[in-house]
T-cell receptor, first 114, second 116 residues
Framework: DSGVTQTPKHLITATGQRVTLRCSPR?????VYWYQQSLDQGLQFLIQ???????AKGNILERFSAQQFPDLHSELNLSSLELGDSALYFC?????????????FGDGTRLSIL | AQKITQTQPGMFVQEKEAVTLDCTYD???????LFWYKQPSSGEMIFLIY??????QNATEGRYSLNFQKARKSANLVISASQLGDSAMYFC?????????????FGTGTLLAVQP
């Protein structure tokens, strides 16, 4: 158990819909990262938050947005969903931003677009 | 640009034998961290081991060790005494200190199958 909690574990929805993925980081961790894992793209960094503030963006589509709340949990919002958005979405957390700090991953949310 | 290369798409190993999973990396940053993660078929990502660019000794964590050759820019994972539960996808990843983000850059992974 990594200590990172992601809900829901599975989501099945249709094209054009909007979903929200939730993440609770490990106790004490201030940094939250979102990654997308798909067969064709592999593991891709989406966005990072540190103590409530956005710190970095990766290959995140404009249809996607995220935020980190004062209690440090984070949500990833995906809208106008397309078939290609089907993927495993991971949240990870680390205490800070040090290069020597491992990112611990949640179990992921498997999103299927029908 | 930073890059991680894992050239072995899949590997077989006999139970109780050792196996080495290859990873090479490319970076111009003198300060970086290298990580290995395990992803079983159930999908979760499990952190295994970390090696810092300035570490003088190879990292070890139980049956996992990292063969770090800085001049060759390689960070191979060695699993000793393989167990059936080691069957999984293994990812090598890197993080740069001077990068604009703290993201992990992942390789494409190696699928390890442990045979009884």
């Amino acid at each position: 158990d990594s200590g990172v909690t992601q809900t829901p574990k599975h989501l099945i929805t249709a094209t054009g819909q909007r979903v929200t993925l939730r993440c609770s980081p490990r106790s004490g961790d201030l940094s939250v990262y979102w990654y997308q894992q798909s067969l064709d793209q592999g593991l891709q960094f989406l966005i990072q938050y540190y103590n409530g503030e956005e710190r970095a963006k990766g290959n995140i589509l404009e249809r996607f947005s995220a935020q980190q709340f004062p209690d440090l949990h984070s949500e990833l919002n995906l809208s106008s969903l397309e078939l290609g958005d089907s993927a495993l979405y991971f949240c990870a957390s680390s205490p800070g931003q040090g290069v020597d700090q491992p990112q611990h991953f949640g179990d992921g949310t498997r999103l299927s677009i029908l | 640009a930073q890059k991680i290369t894992q050239t072995q798409p899949g590997m077989f190993v006999q139970e109780k034998e050792a196996v080495t999973l290859d990873c090479t990396y490319d970076t111009s940053d003198p300060s970086y961290g290298l990580f290995w993660y395990k992803q079983p078929s159930s999908g979760e990502m499990i952190f295994l081991i970390y090696q810092g660019s300035y570490d003088q000794q190879n990292a070890t964590e139980g049956r996992y060790s990292l063969n770090f050759q800085k001049a060759r820019k390689s960070a191979n994972l060695v699993i000793s005494a393989s167990q059936l539960g080691d069957s999984a996808m293994y990812f090598c990843a890197m993080r740069e200190r001077g990068g604009a983000t703290n993201k992990l850059i992942f390789g494409t992974g190696t699928l390890l199958a442990v045979q009884p």
